[in-house]
C-alpha cells in the first residue's frame, strides 16, 4: 500500500491524501483512488491534477501507470486533458451526494448515475422523443438512468444563489454588531429581536398590507419551523386543511407531527374553500398557488374568512411568492383581511437565500403566548446576530433594493423562458408565471414521466407536477413540468434554457 500527500501547485495548500489500496494493481488501485477523491470533493472541478512524473515520484510507482490512470479516467469523464493545460477535474464530475443527504453542489433529489457507473458500453437509452446530441442511437442500450449528473438546475425552490447581495448585507452586518448593546451577546429572547420585529411590522404593513404591530410577531428560522412551532408545539391541532398540490416536505413534516392533513381540490380561482368541512385549520399559498401558479381569487379570500369566524378556525397563509409578482397588480396578505383569524409566515428563504434560514410568524394575540412556550426560554434557532443585521437592511431600504432588482431580473427570465418556449415548442402551455420564481409547463396526460426523463437525458434537472400530488387529493391529476427559472447563475440560463426546450416533447 503506498500514501502519498500530492501538492497541487495551483491551490495553495490543498494536500491530497491518496491512499493506494485493494488487490487489483497499482493503476486499478490509482484510478479509484483519484475517483474517490473526485468524488467526495478532495478534488473540486477544474483543479490541476501533478504532472505525470511528480505524482508517480510521490506514489513510488512507474509514470506509465500514471499516465494511464489519467487516461482511463478521462475517458470516463472525470477528468479532462487538453494540451498546454495538463490534466484537469472535469468540471461536470460533481461530488456524490453524502449518504442520505443531497449534496450542495448537485441539485437535490436527483436519482442519476453517477460517472462511475458510466462505462461505455452500457449507455442508457433516452425516452422516445429525446434528441440528445451527446448520444447517436447505435450506442444507446436499455438502462433507467441518464448518462451523467445534470448539467442544470431548473428545480424550483432556489433564488439565484450568485445574486446574493453580499457587500449589502456586509454593510447591515458591519453596522449591527458595531451598534449592538453588550446584551446581544447573551442568551436570546424567543420572541425575536426587537429591531427585527419592528422593521419587518414596518416593511409587511407596506409591502404586504399586513395589519399587526411588533408584539404579535416571532421570529423563526423559516416557514418549516413555524409548522413545527404551531403543530409540534400544541399551539394548533389537526385535521389542517392543505392545498392538493404543495410541496410534499412540508406534508411530510406536519404527519410527523401527528398532524392529518385533508386535501382541497384547486381550480382556475385557486383553492377550493367551499368544501372545508370540520378541519380546525386550512393552510394556503393565496399570492400564489404552490407549485401550481394563480393567486386566490378574491372572493375566496373573504370565503376563508368567513369559514373562519364561523368555525372558530384559523387560516395559516404562507406568503412564499408574496414578494416577486410581475404583471398582475399586486394581491395583498390575507392577514390583512383580519389579523385575530389568519397566520402570516414567511421567511427571506426567496427572497434572499435559503441558507440565511429567518422567518416570521404574524399571529393572533391568542396564539403568542403558546408559540413562545413552544420556542422555549433561550433563542435556540435564529442567531441574534443576522437578526439584526436583516433588522438594519430592512431598515436601510437594501432588502427593497434587493428585492426590486431580483424581481426585473426574475421576469426577464421569466420572458425569457417563455419565449424560447413559444419559438421552439410552441404547443406546450405555460402556466403561473404572473408571480414566482417558476412555471408550470401543462403536457398531454401521460406524458410527464417521460418528459421528467427526457429533460434529464439532456442534463435538465426538474420535478413533475405529481411529486407534488398530495396523495388522498380529489381532483383531476394534471401533467406537467415544474421548471424553476431562478436556480442557474445568469451565464449559465440561456443554455439551461436551450436544454430544456430539446428536452420538450416534439420541440422544434
Ligand atoms: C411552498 C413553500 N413555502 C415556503 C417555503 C419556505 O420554506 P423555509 O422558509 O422553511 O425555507 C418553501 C420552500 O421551499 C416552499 O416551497
Not at 252 to 278: C, S, Y
Request: with cysteine; aromatic share 6%.
Amino acid at each position: 500500500m503506498a500514501k502519498s500527500w500530492v501538492n497541487s501547485a495551483e491551490r495553495v495548500g490543498a494536500d491530497l491524501h491518496l491512499e493506494l489500496s485493494g488487490t487489483g494493481g497499482r493503476r486499478a488501485a490509482l484510478i479509484a483512488a483519484l475517483r474517490e477523491a473526485v468524488r467526495d470533493g478532495r478534488l473540486a472541478p477544474g483543479t490541476r491534477l501533478p504532472p505525470y512524473r511528480s505524482l508517480a515520484a510521490d506514489l513510488g510507482v512507474a509514470r506509465n501507470t500514471v499516465a494511464d490512470a489519467y487516461a482511463e479516467l478521462v475517458a470516463e469523464g472525470w477528468l479532462t486533458a487538453r494540451q498546454g493545460s495538463g490534466t484537469r477535474v472535469a468540471d461536470r464530475a460533481a461530488p456524490l451526494p453524502r449518504a442520505g443527504r443531497a449534496s450542495p453542489t448537485a441539485p437535490p433529489r436527483t436519482r442519476t448515475s453517477t460517472p462511475a457507473k458510466r462505462t461505455r458500453t452500457s449507455a442508457p437509452t433516452p425516452p422516445a422523443h429525446a434528441s440528445s446530441p451527446t448520444a447517436p442511437a447505435h450506442v444507446r442500450a436499455p438502462a433507467r438512468t441518464p448518462p451523467r449528473p445534470p448539467l442544470h438546475n431548473l428545480r424550483q425552490g432556489t433564488p439565484d444563489a450568485s445574486a446574493f447581495p453580499r457587500a449589502a448585507w456586509l454593510a447591515s452586518y458591519r453596522r449591527a454588531l458595531q451598534q449592538a448593546p453588550n446584551e446581544v451577546f447573551g442568551p436570546g429572547d424567543p420572541a425575536g429581536r426587537v429591531e427585527l420585529r419592528e422593521a419587518l411590522a414596518e416593511y409587511l404593513a407596506r409591502a404586504r398590507g399586513v395589519r399587526t404591530d411588533a408584539d404579535r410577531i416571532v421570529v423563526c428560522s423559516g416557514f418549516a419551523h413555524a409548522l413545527r412551532l404551531l403543530f409540534g408545539g400544541g399551539v394548533l391541532r389537526g385535521p389542517l386543511a392543505v392545498e392538493a398540490y404543495g410541496l410534499p416536505f412540508h406534508r411530510e413534516l406536519l404527519t410527523a407531527a401527528g398532524v392529518r392533513t385533508v386535501p382541497l381540490p384547486l381550480d382556475e380561482h385557486g383553492a377550493r374553500v367551499d368544501r372545508l368541512g370540520r378541519e380546525r385549520a386550512v393552510l394556503l399559498t393565496p399570492a400564489h398557488q404552490f407549485p401550481t401558479g394563480g393567486p386566490l381569487h378574491a372572493e375566496r379570500r373573504a370565503a376563508v374568512i368567513d369559514w373562519a369566524r364561523a368555525r372558530g378556525g384559523v387560516v395559516l397563509e404562507d406568503d412564499y411568492d408574496g414578494e416577486f409578482r410581475y404583471d398582475r397588480k399586486p394581491v395583498g396578505a390575507v392577514q390583512g383581511l383580519d389579523p385575530e383569524r389568519v397566520v402570516l409566515l414567511g421567511s427571506v428563504s426567496k427572497s434572499l437565500s435559503p441558507a440565511v434560514r429567518l422567518g416570521w410568524m404574524v399571529l393572533p394575540e391568542r396564539y403568542v403566548e403558546g408559540v413562545l412556550a413552544a420556542k422555549g426560554e433561550r433563542e435556540a434557532w435564529a442567531s441574534v446576530l443576522d437578526q439584526l443585521s436583516l433588522a438594519d437592511f430592512l431598515a436601510s431600504g437594501s432588502y427593497d433594493r434587493h428585492v426590486r432588482r431580483m424581481r426585473q431580473r426574475y421576469r426577464s427570465r421569466r420572458d425569457r423562458l417563455v419565449a424560447a418556449l413559444a419559438a421552439q415548442a410552441p404547443h406546450v402551455e405555460v402556466t403561473g408565471v404572473a408571480a414566482g420564481l417558476h412555471a408550470v409547463l401543462r403536457l398531454p396526460p401521460g406524458t410527464e414521466r417521460s418528459a421528467v426523463k427526457a429533460a434529464a437525458w439532456q442534463g435538465v434537472a426538474l420535478d413533475g407536477l405529481a411529486g407534488f400530488r398530495h396523495p388522498e387529493a380529489d381532483m383531476e391529476a394534471a401533467d406537467g413540468l415544474v421548471v424553476g427559472y431562478a436556480t442557474p447563475a445568469e451565464h449559465a440560463y440561456e443554455a439551461a434554457l436551450g436544454a430544456l426546450c430539446r428536452g420538450l416533447p416534439g420541440a422544434l
